[in-house]
């Protein structure tokens, strides 16, 4: 979300931003959309003048016996016309509303132009890919060997892109989401919160996942979206607040389920658990001013390099391009960790600063300390990890070439201290 009035100040820059993201000028027509909105407030206002006036004329007449059936006629005249200017000033306000939500947020200046991923920028890379004397397996071959995955069994229940993790694997599921939990709360300074994970549309709103995005949500019966990510109910807990700046930033963590239909997806990763209707992550989210949000995002990146570092799992840092961020960034930082399987990196966090977009969108507010007005905060969300893909990473960068999988020596204290993962 944006504001209004500097968009009517700072148009070439608008444009410019929503240019690196692929998306045509839009300030003239926002600006004009603005100005019929003033100009339909201050005959608004013009009417309601006239109306009071004329209604203590008629009372100033009644007190002197005097006819007022002119002056009626006029009060209900200006009411009828007042009536009318209100609902056309409620309309434009909507299309506003409206006009704004669907733009995304604009690329920070260090972001690189693009239309795509192939444009993204790698920082650093850590740790090397693991040689293998053996041809290295795919975690759905991994799994199925093991007798421990079963992806006909989730497809008969619920159809494609599900699975059934159990045994020694659905434990190690647990033990990552764990592990990170333990981690993010003990040593990174995250609050853990257990959040609803289900929705009302303006939550959703406030994170930017809607309107734009609802083909990719599944939507109860009862109007309330199941959520794609932890961020939606995490960041939305100071929905509408007015915060000190002395309690900020805020961090909180999550381990939750989530859901995305996966629109746009068709045809891509078809096998395996890399892109699911159903999977779980561990979210991050700050809280934070102006002036941090910058520093948290490095922090944020950190405290999820520290999860893949702890589990030596080569990784590594890109920088997304203009075109390659999500909604809601102005920049961001995606994780990629080595696939053995696939030969190649895959996404496994992506961490994002959105500046103040959401907070506008949330209405979510501080005190600058020793300051009567208020600013917006600025959010800012990441993985810590995707449990999925991070239990993906796992097996195929420890499996064995008669199909075991050595387990992590940083998750054996939640694997009972049991080294390998056998066939059941």
Request: hydrophobic share 35%.
């Amino acid at each position: 979300m944006f504001d209004v009035k500097w968009v009517r100040e700072n148009p070439d820059s608008f444009d410019s931003g929503l240019a690196r993201r692929g998306i045509a000028p839009k300030a003239a027509a926002l600006v004009d959309l603005d100005q019929r909105r003033r100009k339909l407030i201050a005959s608004t206002q013009e009417l309601q003048e006239q109306r009071n006036q004329v209604s203590k004329q008629v009372g100033a007449s009644k007190k002197l016996g005097e006819s007022v059936e002119t002056l009626v006629g006029q009060v209900v005249a200006l009411k009828a016309r007042l009536r009318d200017s209100e609902r056309e000033l409620r309309k434009i306000e909507r299309d506003i509303q409206s006009f704004l939500l669907q733009l995304p947020n604009l690329p920070e200046g260090e972001v690189p132009d693009g239309e795509d991923g192939t444009s993204n920028v790698e920082v650093r890379r850590v740790g090397k890919p693991r040689e293998y004397d053996f041809a290295a397996k795919q975690h759905f071959d991994l799994g199925e060997t093991l007798g421990q995955m079963d992806f006909d069994a989730a497809a008969q229940m619920a159809g494609a892109r599900f699975v059934v993790v159990s045994g020694q694997l659905a434990r190690l599921e647990r033990a990552l989401a764990s592990f990170m939990l333990d981690l993010h709360t003990g040593s990174h300074g995250y609050r853990e919160i257990n959040p609803p994970y289900m929705v009302r549309d303006t939550a959703l709103i406030g994170t930017g996942q809607l309107p734009k995005f609802s083909d990719d949500l599944f939507c109860t019966t009862d109007d309330r979206w199941l959520i794609p990510t932890a961020e939606v109910p995490l960041t939305n807990l100071v929905y509408g607040q007015v915060l000190n700046e002395s309690i900020l930033p805020l961090r909180y963590t999550a381990h939750t389920p989530c859901f995305r239909s996966e629109a746009g997806a068709a045809g891509k990763d078809t096998k395996g658990m890399m892109r699911v209707h159903q999977f779980s992550k561990v979210e991050m989210v700050s809280i934070t001013t102006a002036k941090r949000s910058s520093d948290e995002l490095e922090r944020m990146t950190n405290c999820a390099e520290t999860v893949l570092k702890k589990l030596k799992l080569p990784y590594r840092v890109m920088l997304l391009s203009s075109g390659d961020m999500g909604f809601s960034a102005q920049k961001t930082y995606d994780l990629e960790v080595w696939i053995p399987g696939e030969g190649r990196y895959r996404e496994i966090s992506s961490c994002s600063n959105c500046g103040d977009f959401q907070a506008r969108r949330m209405g979510s507010r501080y005190r600058p300390n020793g300051l009567r007005e208020l600013s917006f905060v600025h959010t800012l969300n990441g993985s810590g990890l995707a449990v999925g893909r991070a239990l993906v990473a796992v097996m195929e960068n420890y499996q064995n070439s008669d199909g075991t999988i050595k387990i992590p020596d940083v998750l054996r204290p939640y694997m009972g201290d049991a080294e390998t993962i056998r066939i059941d």
